[in-house]
């Protein structure tokens, strides 16, 4: 399978999760005046596939990071950024599953234990050259990348 038939496999992975488990809706980001302002404070999501042959990153603002785990819990006020960061953990974890079930190699692939961690000053430039896909999203004016790694095997 081509790599560009796997980044849109993704990306329509990325929608259904996004809008079934977060009531969150993307929007493909397909120019760089369409992107939304790169955050300072970000959650970052890793988790390797494939017996450790690929690496998928999920990385989003920390405003994203919070609806996601306000939706997800359904609670209005604040949320504890130990449950955020789960929320974000899990949110990896689900998109690298529906991801591997899509491209019907359940039974030949492996997904890792997912690791998240708070980060701050992103630089967009320093990950674009290290990925063979990377997919941009913006929901509701909250920046969100979705990188993989290994995809040119």
């Known amino acids: 399978?081509?790599?560009?038939?796997?980044?849109?496999?993704?990306?329509?992975?990325?929608?259904?999760?996004?809008?079934?488990?977060?009531?969150?809706?993307?929007?493909?980001?397909e120019s760089e005046k369409d992107l939304p302002a790169l955050?300072?404070?970000?959650?970052?999501?890793?988790?390797?596939?494939?017996d450790n042959k690929w690496?998928?990153?999920?990385?989003g603002s920390e405003k994203l990071a919070d609806t996601m785990a306000k939706n997800f819990l359904g609670q209005e006020g604040p949320v504890d950024e130990s449950d955020v960061a789960d929320v974000?953990?899990?949110?990896?974890?689900?998109?690298?599953?529906?991801f591997l079930l899509k491209l019907g190699g359940e039974d030949r692939v492996s997904i890792g234990v997912?690791?998240?961690?708070?980060?701050?000053?992103?630089?967009?430039?320093?990950?674009?050259?290290?990925?063979?896909?990377?997919?941009?999203?913006?929901?509701?004016?909250?920046?969100?990348e979705v990188s993989i790694k290994g995809i040119d095997v």
Request: glycine share 6%; net charge negative.
């Open 1 to 29: 399978m081509g790599q560009e038939k796997i980044l849109q496999i993704l990306k329509e992975v990325i929608f259904s999760v996004f809008d079934t488990m977060f009531f969150l809706f993307p929007e493909a980001v």
């Open 39 to 50: 955050p300072d404070d970000y959650f970052r999501a890793f988790l390797h596939l494939n």
């Open 55 to 59: 690496l998928l990153i999920l990385r």
């Open 88 to 98: 974000f953990r899990e949110a990896a974890n689900v998109i690298a599953g529906n």
């Open 114 to 144: 997912p690791e998240v961690e708070k980060c701050r000053r992103f630089h967009r430039e320093e990950t674009v050259r290290k990925f063979d896909g990377d997919l941009l999203f913006n929901l509701g004016g909250e920046f969100c």
